[in-house]
């Protein structure tokens, strides 16, 4: 019997890996390669072959792709195979998702999730009822704690021009309104000068290379020759400009993004925070940074080593963990914590 059960296993598998490689091969514009296939399934080459060849022969619209490499590929070509099956927990999950995105102010995102869930819905046509009801008793028992802070409208065409001066590489012109500070020896509380009012709004002409996700969002662009942020909703009068540029091919907007702690990019540093045993278990779920490094020592304190610039945030972040957490290096932040916290305690008094 248990060899029966443990054929049947097999062969579960194989068809699930069919299945899984007609998606794959319909998600991917220049269809795949036997290596591709291999390095996907864990499978020797021949397997990958004999796997190719299945679908090959079930599906006349899958076909070798014309490419400019010399590696064979193999797609669809024509009428795509539906195999996706949605059920109410997928739906609730896209609900909740887009619900997210409410709360953070990403009404394009919104847009997208709410074309995307109609689409799951009408391909679930004959079950759209009950569909409907399961998720609705779902998105009953589900919610999410409020989120304190500012709440900044930004207007869906800033964001859809912004996205099209990117895709098509052409420079972006609008109106910038910036803060002005003018003491910049008066500081408050957290570190920054404080405002004294608002500068007049300027024209900016700059090279659009990302929008920065964060409790503020931000465009990221290159504006002589210096790599900017600007708060999108301080931004007005946008449009793409007919004038082409040449994006960096040394830069990553990804890996620049992540290597602030926080919105803010200075000089990077090494930190390394010591945070007592009592809070052991909190510290070790906790995500600081990509770079992060967290070890245990026998006392049971934890270690957290990383690198990252951001000063400011990196900074906020040490004293939300109070009376738990160390500072041991560097120096330098140390010290601006020391002033930070100086400045707070003379506030209150």
Same mark, same amino acid.
């Given at each position: 019997?248990?060899?029966?059960?443990?054929?049947?296993?097999?062969?579960?598998?194989?068809?699930?890996?069919?299945?899984?490689?007609?998606?794959?091969?319909?998600?991917?514009?220049?269809?795949?390669?036997?290596?591709?296939?291999?390095?996907?399934?864990?499978?020797?080459?021949?397997?990958?072959?004999?796997?190719?060849?299945?679908?090959?022969?079930?599906?006349?619209?899958?076909?070798?792709?014309?490419?400019?490499?010399?590696?064979?590929?193999?797609?669809?070509?024509?009428?795509?195979?539906?195999?996706?099956?949605?059920?109410?927990?997928?739906?609730?999950?896209?609900?909740?998702? !887009?619900?997210?995105? &409410? $709360?953070?102010?990403?009404?394009?995102?919104?847009?997208?999730?709410? *074309? /995307?869930? #109609?689409?799951?819905?009408?391909?679930?046509?004959?079950?759209?009822?009950?569909?409907?009801?399961?998720?609705?008793?779902?998105?009953?028992?589900?919610?999410?704690?409020?989120?304190?802070?500012?709440?900044?409208?930004?207007?869906?065409?800033?964001?859809?021009?912004?996205?099209?001066?990117?895709?098509?590489?052409?420079?972006?012109?609008?109106?910038?309104?910036?803060?002005?500070?003018?003491?910049?020896?008066?500081?408050?509380?957290?570190?920054?000068?404080?405002?004294?009012?608002?500068?007049?709004?300027?024209?900016?002409?700059?090279?659009?290379?990302?929008?920065?996700?964060?409790?503020?969002?931000?465009?990221?662009? !290159?504006?002589?020759? &210096? $790599?900017?942020?600007?708060?999108?909703?301080?931004?007005?009068?946008? *449009? /793409?400009? #007919?004038?082409?540029?040449?994006?960096?091919?040394?830069?990553?907007?990804?890996?620049?993004?992540?290597?602030?702690?926080?919105?803010?990019?200075?000089?990077?540093?090494?930190?390394?925070?010591?945070?007592?045993?009592?809070?052991?278990?909190?510290?070790?779920?906790?995500?600081?940074?990509?770079?992060?490094?967290?070890?245990?020592?026998?006392?049971?304190?934890?270690?957290?080593?990383?690198?990252?610039?951001?000063?400011?945030?990196?900074?906020?972040?040490?004293?939300?963990?109070?009376?738990?957490?160390?500072?041991?290096?560097?120096?330098?932040?140390?010290?601006?914590?020391?002033?930070?916290?100086?400045?707070?305690?003379?506030?209150?008094?």
């Amino acid at each position: 019997m248990k060899e029966y059960i443990k054929e049947d296993n097999l062969r579960m598998n194989r068809i699930k890996d069919i299945i899984d490689l007609i998606m794959l091969m319909q998600s991917r514009t220049m269809g795949v390669s036997l290596n591709e296939i291999q390095e996907e399934f864990g499978v020797s080459r021949r397997t990958a072959q004999r796997m190719k060849d299945v679908i090959m022969s079930l599906y006349s619209q899958v076909g070798e792709m014309k490419t400019n490499s010399k590696i064979k590929r193999w797609g669809f070509k024509g009428k795509p195979v539906n195999l996706f099956n949605f059920n109410s927990d997928d739906i609730a999950d896209l609900v909740s998702i !887009k619900d997210l995105c &409410k $709360i953070n102010n990403l009404s394009d995102k919104v847009e997208v999730i709410e *074309k /995307v869930i #109609e689409c799951i819905k009408s391909s679930n046509n004959p079950n759209l009822t009950t569909l409907e009801n399961d998720v609705e008793a779902l998105m009953e028992c589900e919610g999410y704690a409020i989120k304190q802070g500012a709440n900044f409208q930004i207007d869906d065409n800033i964001l859809t021009t912004i996205r099209i001066a990117i895709k098509s590489m052409k420079k972006l012109e609008f109106s910038y309104q910036a803060k002005d500070y003018y003491d910049i020896n008066e500081k408050n509380f957290a570190g920054f000068k404080i405002q004294k009012g608002l500068k007049p709004k300027k024209t900016v002409i700059a090279e659009p290379l990302g929008i920065l996700y964060g409790e503020r969002h931000y465009l990221v662009a !290159k504006n002589d020759g &210096k $790599i900017k942020q600007y708060l999108l909703h301080r931004i007005s009068d946008i *449009k /793409v400009l #007919e004038e082409y540029f040449t994006p960096d091919s040394k830069f990553d907007f990804k890996e620049w993004a992540k290597s602030s702690f926080g919105i803010f990019h200075d000089k990077p540093v090494r930190v390394k925070l010591k945070f007592k045993k009592e809070i052991a278990d909190d510290v070790i779920k906790y995500n600081f940074h990509p770079t992060q490094q967290i070890k245990q020592q026998k006392n049971g304190a934890v270690v957290v080593t990383f690198t990252s610039s951001g000063t400011k945030s990196i900074l906020w972040n040490i004293f939300k963990w109070g009376t738990n957490v160390e500072i041991v290096e560097p120096e330098s932040i140390k010290q601006e914590y020391i002033k930070m916290l100086q400045t707070i305690i003379y506030s209150i008094q």
